[in-house]
């Protein structure tokens, strides 16, 4: 058992769900108690999809158990079929129907029905949805995909867009329009967008464009084996990596077709004078692996941030995260525990956050402003505008993310020089942060007599010390406060004076 409050995935059958919706004329028959449609209202209300996700539930109740819930699974695969008349399905169990027992892929694969029935085994006490998705995509490519002759013309698959995917449906618009630009037409896209259909075309592509390895990878091996497709390897997130990737997609195509990068601003809005405040941010860095470790290239290479702590909840990508974390020089953040999220971001104290929602939360605690970057995400992350964040007019939209959080740089300036000012004081914030009005300023609390001694293993501050601390701008105060703390420890001091804290800069500056 494990105290939860917030997950960063959901059960493994919800990724099965996310490759169901994503996909057309394909139905999911999910063996599950009542209760379960919950997750309908994540692709309603969350993604905003005008239709029931594709997904009949069993919906057993208490009193079912006693009788023949093998019965209730039968009549709703059947009544599914009668009603949508898919071209393939899908049967599975949530966790609850897990435990059961009633083997819903033995069970329709006896209906005879007219249609290819996939079944899914989805251990959902140990895995969770990415693994969902990416095993789900891989059985409906294992059962429908084969070898073919190839398209005349170059082509590839898109593989990995799901529904509830960050940003995906403006990802796979951008980067289909860069292998337009390069002459390569895109065979199928899937799972979204694909019907059971086109997978069974899905041999006839040159090559595979691997959009998100989380949702994906599976299927990539699967037909690079079977079906001889080679799959790229770079996450086009990033100038950089958009480079890399068209690079990639050249070698695996042979073109040669010029890129109009005319549309690029980011490189052009990072160099400009405007951004060198942005030198040297301190970024923590937490989400799916597969978007946190480029948005750290991002960070470093193109931002000039300097990446404070870097993380995923993933377990599946480990390794290249430590791998990754190692060039960083920092120790990777593996878990799905946000309370160890939490504890890590206090401890590096980041001038920003680049995370998922969860992240939000925290950042809002502690006062450190936030840019969310990878799922989870709340219903705004699902914007009416076109917003990737892969290709070149990704890396616009990510300038902008980035940038939107901080506090800008006059404003930064206003902060430190006039402190005392009704308006632009700490307390108030910075400017586009809520719309609250300035919280009156305190009058200085008369000095109190300084602490004789501290308890063991604590240091005190003295009053001049800590009016001297509040000289320093609020976004990187934490940190200065944390580092002279260490540094006095390491000293045996236990009181800090206003020589401990000029000690401690001169003693970090080194
Ligand atoms: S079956 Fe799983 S997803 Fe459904 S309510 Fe129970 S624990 Fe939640």
């Known amino acids: 058992m494990k105290l939860t409050v917030w997950t960063y995935e959901g059960p493994p059958h919800v990724g099965a769900m996310r490759v169901a919706t994503a996909m057309k004329g394909l ?32 919906t057993f109740q208490a009193r079912d158990l006693g009788a023949d819930t093998a019965g209730l699974f039968r009549t709703a695969c059947q009544d599914a079929y009668d009603r949508f008349k898919p071209e393939a399905i899908i ?52 059962a429908l995909a084969g070898p073919m002759e190839r398209s005349e ?34 065979n199928v896209c899937a799972p979204l967008g694909a019907t059971p259909t086109d997978i ?126 190692k060039e960083f020089e920092l120790e990777p953040l593996i878990t799905d525990d946000y309370l160890e999220v939490e504890r890590a971001i206090e401890a590096a104290q980041p001038e920003m956050i680049m995370g998922t929602q969860m992240e939000r939360h925290i950042g809002k605690r502690l006062g450190i402003p ?19 964040v ?32 009704f308006e632009f004081n700490d307390a108030a914030g910075p400017s586009h942060h809520g719309g609250h009005a300035p919280k009156p300023v305190e009058k200085a609390p008369a000095p109190a007599a300084e602490p004789e001694t501290a308890p063991a293993g604590e240091v005190v501050w003295l009053h001049d010390a800590e009016r001297e601390l509040k000289k320093i701008p609020f976004f990187v105060r934490g940190k200065a406060r944390r580092n002279t703390e260490t540094f006095a420890m390491g000293q045996g001091i236990t009181e800090i004076s206003v020589d401990t804290l000029y000690e401690a800069k001169a003693h970090y500056a080194r």
């Open 153 to 186: 013309r170059v082509t590839c698959n898109i593989l990995g867009g799901t529904a509830l995917g960050f940003r995906h449906r403006d990802d796979i618009a951008e980067i289909t329009n860069l292998l337009y630009e390069l002459g390569i037409e895109v």
């Open 91 to 142: 049967v599975g169990a949530s966790c609850t129907a897990e435990l059961i027992q009633d083997d819903p892929g033995g069970l329709a694969e006896t209906m005879g029905l007219p249609v290819p029935v996939i079944a899914l085994e989805l251990p959902s006490y140990q895995r969770k949805e990415g693994f969902g998705a990416d095993e789900t995509f891989y059985q409906i490519v294992r």
């Open 370 to 388: 936030c840019a969310v970057i990878s799922s989870p995400v709340h219903v705004q992350d699902f914007p009416a505008r076109y917003s990737p």
């Open 200 to 325: 069974t075309k899905m041999g006839r592509a040159h090559f595979n464009v691997l959009l998100y390895p989380e949702t994906g990878e599976a299927a990539a091996r699967h037909l690079e084996t079977t079906c001889g497709q080679p799959y790229t390897r770079v996450v086009p997130i990033g100038t950089g990596a958009t480079r890399a990737f068209i690079e990639e997609v050249r070698t695996l195509s042979g073109s040669t077709a010029p890129i109009d990068d005319q549309g690029l601003r980011q490189t052009w809005w990072t160099r400009s004078v405007d951004s060198i405040y942005l030198t040297g941010k301190r970024v923590f860095i937490f989400g799916d692996a597969t978007h946190a470790m480029a948005m750290a290239k991002v960070a470093r290479d193109e931002m000039g941030f300097e990446v404070a702590g870097l993380g995923c909840y993933n377990r599946e990508f480990a390794r290249p995260m430590r791998a990754l974390a």
């Open 27 to 58: 139905h999911y028959v999910l063996h599950a108690p009542q209760g379960d449609t919950y997750a309908d209202l994540l692709f309603t209300m969350i993604e905003r999809r005008d239709h029931r996700p594709p997904v009949t539930y069993t």
């Open 390 to 421: 892969m290709g070149f007019e990704g890396a616009n939209v990510l300038f902008d993310t980035l940038v939107h959080p901080l506090v800008m740089g006059l404003e930064e300036h206003l902060l430190h020089m006039f402190r005392e000012d």
